[in-house]
Each structure stands twice: as C-alpha cells, then as structure tokens.
C-alpha cells in the first residue's frame, strides 16, 4: 500500500476509513442510551403503517448489538495487524507480495532439485523422461500454445513444430537458441529485385513448380531465371536456408498460405515474422526441458 506519490491521500483515506468506523460506533451507543421521549401504555413508539402494523420500543436484540461490537473491533484489529490503512503496513509486515513471494519459493524448493537433474540429462534423454514431458507440456501449454497451438500445429504465419521442416533447423541446440533469443524471419519485398507484374508472377509459379503445385507450365519456365534473386536465401534449389530462416520451398508446406496470390503478396510485400525470446520469461531449466519436448514432438512422438 505504498504506490502513492504524496501523503495527502494516504491520510485521506485513513480518515474517511476509521470515521466510517467510530462513526457506527457512535451510532450504537446513541441508539443504546436514547429512550424514546414518552413511553405508551401498549410498550409501542407510537408510530403506526399500514393501519395497524405498529412500531415496538424495544431494545436491540443482544446477539445484535454484540455482532455489531464484534465487527467494529474486528476491523480496528484488521487494520492494526494487516496493510489497509494508508501506508501502514500492518504488524506483521504481512502483503500479497510476500506471501506470492514465499509461496513461489515453496514451490520452487520442490522443482528445483528435479529440474537440476533435467539439466544434467541432454535434450535427448530428457525427451525419454515422462516426468519432464509433462512438465514440457505443461510449460507448452502455457507459454507457447497461444501462437503454436495447443497441439503444437500451428497456423498461418505460427509454424508447426510436429513435422520435420524446419526455418530455423530441428536439432536440440538450434532450438535452445530459438527460445533463449527468440527469432526474427525476414522476408524483404522483392517485386523491384524481379521486374514487373508478369515477372512476379512467373516467379511465382516457378516456386510454384517446386512442389509439384498446381501451376502454369509456360509461366515457371520464363520465372525460372528471375529465381536467382531469391536463391540467395532460399537456396538454388529452393529448399531453403536456415542461417536466414528461409523455408523449403519445394516441401508443399506453406506457412504463409498455397496459391499463386499468396506467393505474390509476399513477393511484392515481404514478411516480417517473430519468435519472441523466453530468456528473460522462462528459467534456463525451464527452457532445456521446453527444447527437449519441441525436439521430441517431431523425434519421439509416441512419447508425448
Ligand atoms: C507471440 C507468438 C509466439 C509465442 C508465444 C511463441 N512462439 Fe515460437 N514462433 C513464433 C513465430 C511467429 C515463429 C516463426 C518465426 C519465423 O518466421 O522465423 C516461431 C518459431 C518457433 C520455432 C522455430 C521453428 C522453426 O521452424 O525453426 C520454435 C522451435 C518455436 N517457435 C518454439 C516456441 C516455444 C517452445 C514457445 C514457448 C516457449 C514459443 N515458440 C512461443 C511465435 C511464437
Ligand atoms: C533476404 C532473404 C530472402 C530473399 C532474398 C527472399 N526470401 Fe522469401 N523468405 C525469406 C524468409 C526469411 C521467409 C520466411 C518469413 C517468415 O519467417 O515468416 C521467406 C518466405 C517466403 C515465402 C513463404 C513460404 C511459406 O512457407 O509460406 C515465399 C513463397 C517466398 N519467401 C518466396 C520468395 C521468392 C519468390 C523470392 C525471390 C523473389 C524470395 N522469397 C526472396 C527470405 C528471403
């Protein structure tokens, strides 16, 4: 309860809280010592509704004015032990950071000691650890399937990481570096580096022609020359580069969608694709024992 800039607020607020309180208080006691000014005959205030629905001059039920006695102390005791008023902490310096914050280390103490022992074991054998596989899909589930999906499949522009293709590459150690410093793919806009619109689309059904799609002959045999200007990525066979993240063009998958206009969208207007890094996110253990599940998604998939 410090998050305030100045100490007019804090004291506002103390004062409006226990006024509230002293306010019942007082309230109580009036109601206690104030005898209504000329008692009846029939023990009533004197007030009728409704025709013959009379007000009793009773006093307040016991049981009531004790629970109400009860509360108010109550809360003089909460605010003394626990942070509520203004910027008193409370005796106990009890807040809902220090119990996140030792609940956290509870739990901690209990992973540790387990995920030392994943760390020790390569990607590999950790792959074969049921115990760390839950574990990675667990991790999956929560910090990866937004964009991979939950079955790890992904969608368009979110590639996925159940097959062998790969934009980056699939062994263990490329993958580690995929999560520790995230990834960039870049694709620039390439319609200048072609020529004009027919060049585009001829190049266009040339990488089209690579996967056996479906595509025009004439128009991949003229696109044929103008793929050296993509070749520098995506290799002169097309099947990619993944020092640049340059997919395989000739595998019939496609991350950014199948079809001649997709393939010129993205000639004329490049893709700018990431992978967020998880070093800051995600413990070193936690990101080994994630490399180790994305690897055996493809590897081990009987496992998973
Ligand atoms: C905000 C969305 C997002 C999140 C969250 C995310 N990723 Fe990714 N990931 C991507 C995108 C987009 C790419 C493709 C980058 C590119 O095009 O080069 C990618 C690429 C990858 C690759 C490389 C795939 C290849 O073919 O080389 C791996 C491995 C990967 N992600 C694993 C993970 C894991 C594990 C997590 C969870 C810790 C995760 N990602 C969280 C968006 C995300
Ligand atoms: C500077 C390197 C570079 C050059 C040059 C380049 N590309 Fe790319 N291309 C990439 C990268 C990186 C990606 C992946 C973008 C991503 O991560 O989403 C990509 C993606 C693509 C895709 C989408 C593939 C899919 O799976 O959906 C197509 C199609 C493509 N490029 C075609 C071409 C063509 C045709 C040319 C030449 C006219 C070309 N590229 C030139 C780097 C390049």
């Not at 115990?131 to 996925?160: E, V, Y």
């Not at 319609?191 to 089209?208: F, M, Q, S, W």
């Amino acid at each position: 309860m410090s998050d305030f800039t100045n100490s007019f607020w804090p004291l506002f607020i103390s004062a409006i809280t226990l006024i509230g309180i002293f306010a019942c208080a007082w309230l109580l006691w009036i109601n206690n010592k104030t005898k209504v000014a000329k008692p009846t005959a029939d023990n009533s205030t004197g007030h009728v509704w409704d025709e013959d629905l009379r007000e009793m001059n009773n006093p307040l039920p016991r049981w009531w004015v004790w629970m109400f006695i009860i509360t108010i102390v109550f809360a003089l005791a909460y605010l003394v032990i626990y942070p509520g008023l203004g910027n008193h902490q409370g005796i106990f310096g009890w807040s809902q950071v220090g119990q996140y914050e030792a609940e956290v280390a509870k739990a901690n103490a209990v992973t540790e000691p387990l995920y030392a022992k994943f760390l020790a074991m390569s990607p590999e054998e950790v792959a074969d650890d049921a115990q760390a596989m839950a574990i990675g899909g667990r991790l999956f589930l929560n910090n990866c399937a937004q964009c991979h999906g939950s079955d790890a499949r992904g969608s368009k522009g979110f590639p996925n990481l159940t097959d062998h293709d790969w934009l980056h590459g699939g062994e263990p150690d490329t993958i580690k570096a995929t999560l520790v410093n995230g990834r960039n793919g870049i694709m620039p806009p390439m319609a200048a580096a072609v020529g004009n619109e027919e060049d585009v689309r001829n190049v266009a059904h040339y990488v089209l022609s690579l996967s056996n799609s479906q595509h025009e002959p004439s128009f991949a045999a003229l696109g044929q020359e103008k793929f050296m200007v993509c070749a520098a990525c995506h290799g002169a066979d097309g099947k990619g580069n993944a020092m640049f993240g340059a997919p395989n063009l000739t595998d019939g998958i496609w991350l950014h969608g199948a079809g001649e206009k997709q393939i010129v969208a993205m000639i004329n207007h490049g893709k700018t694709n990431q992978m967020p890094a998880q070093a800051g996110k995600l413990s070193e253990a936690q990101i080994h024992v994630l490399t180790a599940y994305v690897w055996g998604l493809s590897n081990k998939p009987a496992a998973q």
